[in-house]
């Protein structure tokens, strides 16, 4: 044992020294889809700040570039950016592959371009015998399959490092029903939370975490301004 008691009895020091080991991210490879704005820039601005190399990748080309330059600024040549549609599966499969290639390896994913459509069920257009399919596709395509396409893509190399963690962005409409919220958010939410959470509470490498192997899945729950 090293340093001194805390106030509980516990050792600081070794406390410190384990929380200083688990989130040391200096020199993991990472990569942020839509991380060109919001919650993901936040991600991909922390992992740099840390020692990261980071991928950032976005469907908005201009905003990606903007977004990329201001965090070059503290992280260097370590922040890239990927134009990916996270919507596209072989895309993103080809985007992951080449990452790996560039860089020998995956650690970290975080799976969180997100976006917002369609009208919720307390307008008369968001109702479920009304929604608008083109809103209702367009936002499981990136809200539930995009995160789909993410962690699969990542999961080939993460399985054969026996090592990756994938943080899915999920929201309270996940995990309660929330009538200000569209029906497709909601599914796609769901959709993200089950596959989730359930690997994350078995001891990594059990063969009934994800696929046996070494990976992590953890979950955002992000609601600003919201409880629980
Ligand atoms: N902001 C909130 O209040 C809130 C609450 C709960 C959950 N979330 C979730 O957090 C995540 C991020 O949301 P945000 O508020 O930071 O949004 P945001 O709009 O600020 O950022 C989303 C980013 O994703 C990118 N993007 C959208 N579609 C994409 C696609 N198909 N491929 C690649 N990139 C794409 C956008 O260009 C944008 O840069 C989403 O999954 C969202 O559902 C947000």
């Known amino acids: 044992m090293t340093g001194g008691a805390g106030g509980d009895g516990s050792n600081v020091s070794d406390a410190g020294d384990v929380l200083a080991a688990l989130f040391d991210v200096r020199g993991k490879v ?128 993460m399985k054969r490092q026996r090592s990756g963690s994938i943080v899915v962005t999920a929201s309270t409409a996940g995990l309660r029903n929330d009538p200000f919220v569209p029906y497709s958010y909601a599914i796609a939410k769901v959709g993200v939370v089950n596959p989730t959470v359930g690997p994350v509470v078995l001891p990594l490498g059990s063969p009934q975490s994800i696929l046996g192997s070494g990976i992590s899945m953890i979950m955002v729950r992000s609601c600003p301004g919201c409880e629980g």
């Open 30 to 157: 990472a990569l942020v889809t839509g991380g060109a704005s919001g919650l993901g820039y936040a991600f991909a601005s922390i992992l740099a700040d840390c020692g990261a190399v980071v991928i950032v990748a976005d469907r908005d080309a201009e905003r990606l570039g903007k977004a990329v330059s201001s965090l070059a600024a503290g992280g260097g040549d370590r922040v890239r950016p990927a134009e990916i549609d996270v919507g596209d599966g072989p895309a993103v499969e080809a985007a992951v592959d080449g990452i790996v290639g560039d860089r020998g390896r995956i650690d970290i994913v975080f799976a969180n371009a997100g976006v917002a459509r369609g009208t919720p069920p307390l307008v008369p257009s968001g109702s479920i015998d009304a929604f608008g399919w083109d809103d209702y596709n367009g936002l499981i395509d990136v809200n539930l399959h995009g995160v789909v396409h993410t962690a699969r893509a990542a999961a080939k190399h």
